[in-house]
């Protein structure tokens, strides 16, 4: 079957995965996967860049090994330091906080030992406090977010919703932040950038897919041919096609840069940006599907007017003999609302002229 | 359709048209500067940025107000050190502020330290006053050869003689003179200028220094003669200070009887004394306009509450490495472009080009806010930001892919291309604005609460956000309006997108194909 014909038939109903089914597998596999980053997190623990525990940087267009640069370093004064080779022309020097005039003379120093040209020599240094003080604000603009979007959720679609967003929404971070933790990448501000951009990324798909939930819903408790579960399930693969074309166009910007930062540059603000990205769009496609609408449900199912509507379906069913695949069938993508007094006049399908009834 | 006459295609693309007229008129106004604003990380050059601190030993809270002349004072001293491009910004607000300052080059002699210097106010009394750029000659002094012009202020001394030559042979105006920010002893005698380098003086010790200032207003007399002025409260160590030298300095000819207030090392005012001041309250009177009086009860309440300056974090960036940075930002940017357009193209055939030239359009309102923006508010494009806008590549095709996709499902339910782009839109348009909505509200979070780069990819984040809603609603609904109109697409060629045939391909119970 061809990819268009399998979004015709997943918007018809006909060919349906039952993602709210069978949530407790998602919900297993999710926690494995966050087990696992608890664990990273917990007990590795994150590689936080110079910017988050202060030290500093320098980076030298050199191509002396990193055994010859660790003595000009020794010599410089500096015991204990971190050296990457960045590419073949790039050396990175890491060492822990000096002094501004400190970081001064060491820049001379270790200028005349490579045998550069000291404005040639790019420096960053960090104080320890400043690090704490970038986390908590980015700490707090978390917070602040969280409980904006769930204010804002709250009134567009509902209070049910809106947790089974954040829900999400922490479910990527995590993971997220778990990807670092076991990897040992560096987190310098461009990954936390990634990651609050993850926060956006993960609602927005999330508010995509839930609009269709909320539209394929209204009207849910006035009939009693599908239950929530299978309305809901039914949005969910009417928008799979939607969802999968996003990650597409959202992951491929994303690669270029991955390509760029890692192929050209091989370190600094791009590759930083592009990893948490890559991980978090992933996740975030991932837990709009598997985990967000689930949740949902399962929420709506503790309502009573819902679990009503539930009994209803079941006896209809149980009077008429059909299965719920059938009625979803049936219903198609009608809204509920309207399906009783049924949809606005349907056209024939045009025949074609044979010449172009041949190319298709 | 009620829904379909309501929409007036041609009435938006012409107010888009306008809207782009006006940013491109806005963006290349004559005379302006067309380039964009580049950051520090593709530019290449140092930044430094500072958390204000009280000093120590001072009690009470920082305020805006002391944060303000923190950077009134630094923007004079980086100014003064000679760079011509040098900026100085605030960013957050209270205890969370920082003070980020950029000059060009790569670790330029001595900046760290001129920044870092606790700037104070000292109230001195005028031994010796002239005019700043008129150099005496020839030299009254015993000396054959004139004293050297001094190269840094101000220039400060164990006794007044020793800094009588130097006075005398100083012209105000030299370039780097007016800098502040050096070392400033309050027992020693200072030979210095007034900040707009008009007046050059010579001080004696500090006789009321600035933590004796408890409070400064700029008042207007409710008389109304003699325009603004400022008031000065003193501690009652200052009020005896006070009252001490004005009764001295108040019987002395000009210039004896005036006082400089020196901030930084340099005078920022100085008035005389017309009359002993007993009460520890003074006022300064003179054809102050309100903002300069303004200014000065500000210096004057600095005074009372030093700033230190710490150093959190400095950078320096290697020109080479930022034109290395820029171009592969610009690399990514244009394979991701590439990459969403040929993937489109693919999957959406016609409807593709009028997503494509959706992404082309909002690319330029970009390019060309980040250019007016630069100019006007100072906006400066970085690699986070640069980061933001490919990002942004992503969401803006989604909106399309939101759309496209509605309308392929009114197709699949039966109804004709035209009516299906119009409730497709319908539809489409409030996902699309709640789900903007959401990245908006990251924007401006991050933008409000966030320090450094991270606010740079805020800002380029929100404005692809609002690009992307005008773009929709402005050009890619009408374009797709005419385009569910045209004969051509109707009949659902493969290549329109849009094609019944196969968007009912395989599926047995809407339409009825006939397979």
């Known amino acids: 079957m061809k990819f268009n014909e399998v979004g015709n038939r997943l918007y018809t109903g006909e060919t349906s995965v039952d993602f709210v089914g069978r949530r407790k597998l998602w919900y297993v596999i999710s926690l494995i996967i966050i087990a696992v980053a608890s664990f990273g997190l917990f007990g590795r623990g994150l590689n936080l860049g110079i910017e988050f525990e202060g030290g500093a940087k320098f980076n030298v267009p050199s191509t002396v090994s990193v055994e010859e640069a660790r003595n000009i370093v020794k010599a410089a004064g500096v015991q204990t330091s971190v050296i990457i080779a960045v590419g073949n022309e790039r050396l990175e020097i890491q060492i822990p906080p000096l002094e501004q005039a400190e970081i001064e003379s060491f820049t001379s120093k270790i200028a005349t030992d490579f045998k550069v040209d000291p404005g040639l020599i790019t420096t960053q240094s960090v104080g320890p406090s400043w690090g704490a003080d970038i986390t908590r604000q980015a700490l707090i603009g978390l917070g602040v977010f969280i409980l904006l979007v769930i204010l804002f959720l709250t009134i567009y679609f509902e209070l049910r919703m809106a947790a089974a967003a954040i829900v999400a929404l922490l479910h990527d971070l995590l993971i997220t932040i778990g990807v670092y933790a076991i990897t040992g990448f560096e987190v310098t501000p461009a990954t936390v950038i990634g990651i609050l951009t993850i926060l956006g990324y993960s609602l927005y798909d999330t508010v995509v897919v839930f609009d269709k939930v909320k539209e394929n819903t209204r009207g849910i408790i006035a009939q009693s041919r599908l239950n929530y579960r299978e309305s809901a399930n039914l949005a969910l693969n009417q928008t799979l096609i939607r969802s999968i074309n996003t990650s597409i166009v959202a992951l491929l910007p994303v690669a270029a840069i991955l390509i760029v930062g890692v192929g050209i540059l091989q370190a600094g603000t791009l590759k930083d940006l592009a990893l948490a990205l890559f991980v978090g769009i992933a996740a975030g496609t991932y837990s709009s599907i598997f985990i967000a609408t689930p949740f949902l449900v399962q929420l709506k199912e503790r309502q009573p007017d819902i679990q009503a509507l539930s009994r209803r379906v079941h006896a209809r069913r149980a009077n008429a003999g059909i299965d719920g695949l059938e009625a979803m069938k049936v219903s198609g993508n009608q809204s509920l609302a309207t399906q009783v007094s049924q949809a606005g006049p349907r056209t024939q399908p045009k025949r074609f002229t044979r010449s172009k009834r041949k190319k298709s | ?515």
């Open chain 2, 1 to 515: 359709m009620s829904a379909a006459n309501r929409t007036r295609p041609g009435r938006s693309l012409i107010l888009l048209l306008l809207v782009l007229a006006a940013t491109i008129l806005w963006t290349y106004w004559p005379g302006a500067s067309h380039e964009a604003r580049l950051g520090l990380d593709l530019r290449g050059g140092t930044q430094v940025i500072l958390t204000p601190e009280l000093a120590p030993g001072t009690e009470g809270v920082l305020t805006q107000d002391q944060i303000n002349q923190t950077v009134e004072i630094i923007r004079q001293r980086v100014n003064g050190f000679g760079v011509a491009e040098a900026e100085v910004t605030v960013q957050g607000s209270g205890a969370n502020a920082a003070i980020v300052v950029t000059v060009p080059g790569v670790n330029p002699e001595g900046i760290t330290n001129l920044l870092k210097q606790t700037a104070r106010l000292d109230f001195r009394a005028v031994l010796a006053a002239g005019s700043g750029i008129e150099i005496a000659n020839p030299s009254p002094s015993p000396s054959a050869t004139p004293a050297p012009q001094p190269t840094e202020l101000p220039v400060q001394a164990a006794t007044s003689e020793e800094l009588y030559d130097q006075y005398l042979s100083l012209n105000c105006l030299t370039p780097g003179l007016l800098q502040g920010g050096r070392a400033d002893d309050p027992t020693k005698y200072m030979l210095t200028c007034s900040k707009d380098g008009f007046e050059k003086l010579v001080l004696s010790p500090a006789f009321i220094t600035g933590d004796q200032v408890s409070d400064s207003q700029a008042t207007l007399p409710q008389q109304g003669a003699g325009g603004w002025m400022v008031t000065l409260d003193f501690d009652s160590a200052g009020a005896t200070k006070l009252s001490e030298a004005s009764i001295s300095l108040s019987k002395l000819p000009s210039p004896q009887n005036r006082f400089g207030i020196v901030l930084d090392g340099l005078v920022v005012s100085a008035p005389f004394f017309s009359e002993p001041i007993l009460g520890g309250k003074a006022q300064i009177e003179g054809s102050f306009k309100a903002e300069e009086a303004k200014q000065l009860a500000q210096v004057l309440r600095y005074g009372a509450l030093p700033v230190t300056l710490n150093i959190a974090e400095s950078t320096s960036i290697s020109p080479t490495l930022g034109q290395d940075q820029l171009s592969a930002g610009l690399l990514a940017g244009a394979i991701g472009l590439g990459l969403v357009v040929i993937y489109l193209l693919l999957y959406y055939r016609a409807l593709g080009f009028v997503a494509v030239f959706s992404l082309v359009l909002a690319a330029g309102f970009l390019w060309l806010l980040i250019i007016g923006l630069g100019r006007t508010i100072g906006f400066t494009l970085t690699l986070a930001g640069i980061a933001g806008a490919i990002v942004a590549i992503g969401i803006t095709a989604d909106s399309f892919v939101v759309y496209f996709e509605r309308i392929r499902d009114e197709i699949r339910d039966g109804k004709t291309l035209r009516v299906a782009t119009e409730l497709g839109w319908t539809r489409a348009r409030r996902t699309l604005l709640a789900a903007d909505f959401v990245s908006l509200l990251a924007a401006i979070v991050l933008y409000a609460l966030s320090v450094g780069s991270v606010r740079g990819f805020a800002f380029t984040l929100g404005l692809t956000t609002l690009i992307d809603v005008l773009v929709a609603f402005w050009f890619t609904h009408p374009l797709v309006t005419y385009f569910g109109k045209s004969k051509w697409a109707e009949n659902g060629g493969i290549m329109t997108g849009v094609s019944r045939k196969r968007l009912t391909a395989g599926s047995t119970i809407l339409t009825g194909s006939d397979n």
